[in-house]
């Protein structure tokens, strides 16, 4: 981990199959070990996720979002974890693409 150096702030959204908030949120009351261990080890600092209905948002603090993303992307302890997610989640994450997050609009400076 790089220490000193401002990490990147992502912004995501995803959103909940409905009548899945319940369950969703008593799998992410314990975040499995094997899978804490490696989103620090790919970078991430921090990940906040916020629920309004069906509608998730995530802010994450991360070294390098684009690198954390292709150690994830076959880390055997996402490969569960996305599997788990994706019988919860509208549209899963497979990973591909040049995913970037969400667009920033305004800031308090």
């Not at 209905?53 to 994830?72: P, S, T, W």
């Not at 996402?78 to 899963?92: F, G, K, T, Y």
Request: hydrophobic share 40%.
């Amino acid at each position: 981990m790089t220490h000193g150096v401002a990490p990147q702030r992502v912004a995501l959204h995803t959103r909940l199959k409905p009548g899945k908030e319940a369950e969703y949120e008593s799998v992410h009351a314990v975040i499995p070990v094997d899978l804490d261990e490696a989103l620090r080890a790919a970078g991430v600092r921090s990940w906040r996720i916020w629920r309004d209905g069906l509608d998730l948002f995530h802010l994450v603090e991360v070294e390098d979002y684009a690198k954390m993303r292709a150690i994830l992307r076959d880390h055997p302890a996402n490969i569960p974890w996305q599997a788990r997610m994706s019988e919860l989640l509208d549209v899963e994450d497979d990973y591909s693409g040049g995913d970037s997050g969400l667009g920033l609009v305004w800031e308090l400076p």
